[in-house]
T-cell receptor, first 112, second 111 residues
């Protein structure tokens, strides 16, 4: 029944070592989002895809990239993780841009 | 840019008691969403409100959007331990492309 799946649930990476987080969906939704949520803070949108159309938020650091090879999968690449990038990363989907979003369980990233 | 402020930041209630969480926006709300998050988990959609004065209920949870569409409240009646978690309000951003969120209200229910 899982609709938005994130792997892994917990990821540990070293300072400066590239890391990729994965998200897949079984809902066939057009839109996929990546949010960053730091401890006790609101989720913050990094970027979203509408189909293959990539939309980056203005304040998302260049260190963060994303790929969406097909409708079902979306990846978050962090090229050179810093200690400040330790956070929960949430993937979400929606049928249309805006509106009700379905969230995955998140990947908690630790940077050592 | 639009900001959402939630109050209280955290709340501890006894099982069976009622409670209210508020969400105030710095700008007019065109779509207001309530989500629940358990610690270390993703967000679960609860309700969406769009019209001023709108009220929706699901089981023992009721959400309202005020007439001026700048404030929403979430009310839980006869709270249970299963209601414990973090409640976040979210609003459509100006471009209508995604949600901005409040920082959340952490609810604990003691039995």
């Amino acid at each position: 029944d899982a609709m938005v799946i994130q792997n892994p649930r917990y990821q540990v990476t070293q300072f400066g070592k590239p890391v990729t987080l994965s998200c897949s969906q079984t809902l066939n939704h057009n839109v996929m989002y990546w949010y960053q949520q730091k401890s006790s803070q609101a989720p913050k949108l990094l970027f979203h895809y509408y189909d293959k159309d990539f939309n980056n938020e203005a304040d998302t650091p260049d260190n963060f990239q994303s790929r969406r090879p097909n409708t079902s999968f979306c990846f978050l690449d962090i090229r050179s993780p810093g200690l400040g990038d330790a956070a929960m990363y949430l993937c979400a989907t929606s049928r249309v841009v805006g509106g009700e979003q379905y969230f995955g369980p998140g990947t908690r990233l630790t940077v050592t | 840019s639009q900001e959402l402020e939630q109050s209280p930041q955290s709340l501890i209630v006894q099982e069976g008691k009622n409670l209210t969480i508020n969400c105030t926006s710095s700008k007019t709300l065109y779509g207001l969403y309530w989500y629940k998050q358990k610690y270390g988990e993703g967000l679960i959609f609860l309700m969406m409100l769009q019209k001023g004065g709108e009220e929706k209920s699901h089981e023992k949870i009721t959400a309202k959007l005020d007439e001026k569409k700048q404030q929403s409240s979430l009310h839980i009646t006869a709270s249970q331990p299963s209601h414990a978690g973090i409640y976040l309000c979210g609003a459509d951003n100006q471009a209508g492309t995604a949600l901005i969120f409040g920082k959340g209200t952490t609810l604990s229910v003691s039995s």
